[in-house]
């Protein structure tokens, strides 16, 4: 990642943190950005997790990359997420790249940034940080929580932590542990940036260089995850590029080809490839049930939120099958729970794009929880 991290909001926390791997961090930063205006009463708070390749700018323009926001589609004014109405937290997650604690901070011992020195974090660490903001926000309880793929992990983390912080929650396709097949695929990501020779064992910082050619190859096999087959093949299928005809070469004869080293090439403009590597690490970690000695309706005994859990029919990287067992593992505990599968042949993604039945469960569920805390006659 090229770009200089300025002019963000930060929150130094100058509170101590001890991490699942047995360190201890302070004076660290959180990097996030806020949208819609905190009403008096703070009853209006909505907390969204961003996944594997965000950050916090949910919405509008991205002042670092100049693109819109990863969630534009569902947040903003009159949105499903209706910024005119609720206020609208997002954080850049530990080990991330846009500002919050991270392998691209300085490390007070050495004066030297991370690397690969820095501690290995898991999906509660990040949460456990997240927590503070709220602390400092002064908000008490949220309205919701939500995110999709490692947002979603994150909100049923949340929930787990913390059973009164939130009066409602909506995980969104993912699922309460990785399967084999994504730790697999997710090693294939880290072995393409460790294989890149400017990786240099995470010290490329000393070198001026970055693994841009490994950290491109671990995007384009983890995006090729993030569709369906229909989806690539209705908008891709076996079309050639320009000339019409094959080259005979190892260039870009296919359309699908060259979309993917495209978002390859525009993926290393502004992630860091260690980055990419401890956020994978923590998605692979990840095992609610585990944390409760394999009772995964455990982890929720306590939780006093309404839930909402979504999935995609043709996202085959978080299937409807693992979005279910959540649901039953919250229905084992008497939990308020309501599960939709939405019908979208976009795959994975289809949490970040405009599938209408998405933003329409979201705004109805979101207006029905706001008005059940602020005593409102249901419509």
């Not at 008490?140 to 992990?153: A, E, N, P």
């Amino acid at each position: 990642m090229n770009k200089e991290v300025k002019n963000i909001k930060k929150l130094i926390v100058n509170q101590s943190l001890e991490l699942d791997c047995g360190k201890i961090i302070k004076n660290f930063p959180i990097a996030y950005e806020t949208y819609g205006t905190l009403n008096k009463s703070k009853s209006n708070a909505i907390l969204a997790f961003h996944a594997l390749s965000g950050d916090q700018f949910v919405t509008n323009i991205n002042p670092i990359t100049k693109q819109e926001g990863w969630w534009a589609t569902a947040v903003g004014p009159g949105k499903a997420i209706d910024t005119n109405k609720y206020f609208v937290i997002c954080i850049n997650v530990l080990g991330g790249c846009m500002g919050s604690f991270g392998p691209k901070e300085i490390n007070p011992d050495t004066n030297e940034l991370f690397g690969t020195t820095f501690p290995v974090i898991t999906i509660r660490d990040m949460v456990k940080a997240q927590i503070y903001l709220l602390e400092y926000l002064g908000i008490d309880k949220l309205l919701s929580i939500t995110g999709g793929s490692m947002g979603g992990m994150q909100v049923l983390q949340f929930a787990s932590l913390y059973p009164n912080k939130a009066h409602s929650a909506i995980p969104i396709a993912c699922s309460a542990s990785h399967s084999a097949q994504n730790i697999a695929l997710n090693e294939l990501g880290r072995q393409a940036i460790m294989a890149d020779p400017t990786w240099n064992n995470g010290n490329y910082f000393k070198t001026n260089l970055s693994p841009d050619k490994g950290l491109a190859v671990a995007r384009m096999a983890a995006h090729i995850t993030y569709l369906s087959k229909k989806s690539l093949q209705e908008k891709f299928g076996r079309k050639l590029q320009d000339t019409g005809s094959l080259k005979f070469s190892f260039d870009a004869d296919f359309q699908i080809e060259s979309y993917l080293r495209h978002q390859g090439t525009k993926f290393v403009d502004r992630f860091d490839a260690n980055s990419y590597l401890y956020i994978t690490r923590a998605m692979d970690y990840f095992d609610l049930e585990k944390q409760f000695n394999g009772n995964l309706s455990s982890a929720f005994k306590n939780t006093k939120s309404k839930f909402c859990v979504i999935s995609f029919s043709s996202d085959w990287l978080y299937p409807t099958i693992e979005n279910k067992e959540i649901v039953m593992a919250l229905n084992a505990c008497g939990a308020n729970v309501g599960f939709v599968e939405i019908n979208s042949d976009k795959g994975h993604d289809s949490f970040l794009l405009n599938v209408p039945k998405l933003l329409k469960t979201l705004s109805e569920f979101l207006n029905s929880t706001y008005k059940e805390i602020n005593n409102e006659k249901r419509i």
